[in-house]
């Protein structure tokens, strides 16, 4: 068993301790408290990642419907605008 990169024996040691702390009442609570918690921080790491993924694939798209001329400038980093105002300021 492996969590964390923490093995049984230091888990065993922290539950040991945090039964010291705060009592064998307590301790349901908190280990209700702390798997709400990094159930809400998953879902909202998932989230995230889809909407990513979703907002990649629109540029993608976006990208591929550009003419081919348009599309090696997005490639290159390079855009009308930015040419036609620094051709303005020679």
Do not use: W, Y
């Not at 990642?49 to 348009?70: G, N, R």
């Amino acid at each position: 068993m492996n969590i964390f990169g923490i093995g049984l024996p230091e888990m065993a040691l922290i539950m040991v301790v945090a039964l010291l702390i705060f009592g064998p009442k307590k301790l349901p609570e908190i280990g209700r408290s702390m798997g709400k918690a990094i159930r809400g921080f998953q879902e909202a790491s998932r989230e995230f990642e889809t909407e990513f993924k979703h907002e990649a694939e629109q540029i993608e798209q976006a990208v591929k419907t550009l003419p081919q001329s348009d599309s090696e400038k997005v490639a290159n980093g390079k855009s009308e605008n930015h040419a036609t105002s620094s051709s303005q300021h020679s």
